[in-house]
C-alpha cells in the first residue's frame, strides 16, 4: 500500500503520463487539489478518462488532514492530483517529507510545470533568479520587489507567480500585477513578457514595457508575469522579438 503523489501536467485530463493513471487505477481513494493552479478541463473529464471517482481537496483540507491521509495510505492506495508537478508548492514538499518520517511507503510521479514550461517564451531557463509570488492583498508586501531587484542585481530573469483562489474564482490578473509594480517604482518602461495559459494549446505570450502590456486583453487564467534580465543572449533578444 502506498500513497502516490501524482502530477497533472498544465492543461487537461490528457496530460497525465501514462505511470501517473497506472497509479491512479489501483488507488481506493483519489483526491484532486484545486488551489494551486487552475484546471482548465471539468472534473468530470479526469473522471471519464481515469475511471476513478475524484474528491477536491482544499488547502485546508489537504494541510488539516495530511497526518490522517498518510497514515490511511499504510492499508490502501491513496493517490493525490496534483495541478501542474509535484513540487513546485510547499504543501506537497511537507506531505512527501512526513509520509517519508513516518516509514509510509510514498511515490512520486513527476510532470510539467509552469518552471519549466515558461521556457517557451525564449529566456534561458538557468537565467531565472528566485520566483516571486504576488498575493490579491498586496498593499503592504514587499518581498516580490526586494526579489526582482536581488535578481536583476545578478543579471537574471523573473518570474512572478500571480495569486488564484479557485473556490471563490478569483485570479489576479496581468493589469492588476502591473499596477502592483508601478506603485512599488518599477518603471513602467520597463520589459516584460505577460504570460496566460502555459502549456496550453491557447496559450498566450505577450512582451513589451509594462505600459503597453498593461491595456492587453490576455483571456482565462492562469497567467504569469517575467522579467527578464538587462542583459540577454542574441537568441533570447529575437523570442522577445517574437512575442511583441
Not at 538557468?126 to 504576488?134: D, L, N, Q
Not at 485570479?171 to 512599488?184: A, D, K, P, V
Request: aromatic residues 6%.
Amino acid at each position: 500500500m502506498a500513497l502516490y503523489l501524482i502530477g497533472l501536467g498544465l492543461e487537461n485530463e490528457k496530460d497525465i503520463t501514462l505511470k501517473g493513471l497506472e497509479k491512479i487505477k489501483i488507488s481506493k481513494i483519489v483526491y484532486l487539489e484545486n488551489y494551486t493552479s487552475k484546471l482548465q478541463c471539468s472534473v468530470k473529464d479526469l473522471e471519464k478518462l481515469y475511471e476513478k471517482k475524484i474528491i477536491l481537496a482544499s488547502r485546508n483540507f489537504i494541510e488539516g488532514k495530511s497526518k490522517d491521509i498518510i497514515e490511511r495510505a499504510r492499508k490502501e492506495n491513496i493517490s493525490i492530483l496534483i495541478l501542474g508537478d509535484i513540487f513546485s508548492a510547499t504543501t506537497h514538499i511537507s506531505m512527501f517529507h512526513e509520509a517519508k518520517k513516518n516509514k509510509v511507503d510514498v511515490e512520486v510521479i513527476n510532470n510539467a510545470s509552469i518552471l519549466t514550461a515558461i521556457g517557451i517564451i525564449g529566456l534561458e531557463l538557468y537565467k531565472f533568479g528566485r520566483v516571486a509570488s504576488i498575493p490579491f492583498d498586496n498593499n503592504k508586501i514587499k518581498t516580490p520587489i526586494e526579489i526582482l531587484k536581488e535578481n536583476q542585481k545578478l543579471n537574471l530573469h523573473t518570474l512572478f507567480l500571480l495569486d488564484l483562489d479557485n473556490e471563490r474564482k478569483k485570479y489576479l490578473t496581468i493589469q492588476e500585477t502591473i499596477e502592483y509594480l508601478l506603485r512599488n517604482k518599477i518603471k513602467k518602461e520597463t520589459r516584460a513578457v505577460a504570460c496566460a495559459r502555459i502549456g496550453c494549446r491557447d496559450y498566450k505570450i505577450k512582451s513589451g514595457t509594462l505600459e503597453e502590456l498593461m491595456n492587453l486583453d490576455y483571456g482565462k487564467p492562469p497567467c504569469c508575469l517575467v522579467i527578464p534580465a538587462k542583459k540577454l543572449h542574441f537568441i533570447e533578444e529575437e523570442m522577445l522579438q517574437e512575442w511583441r
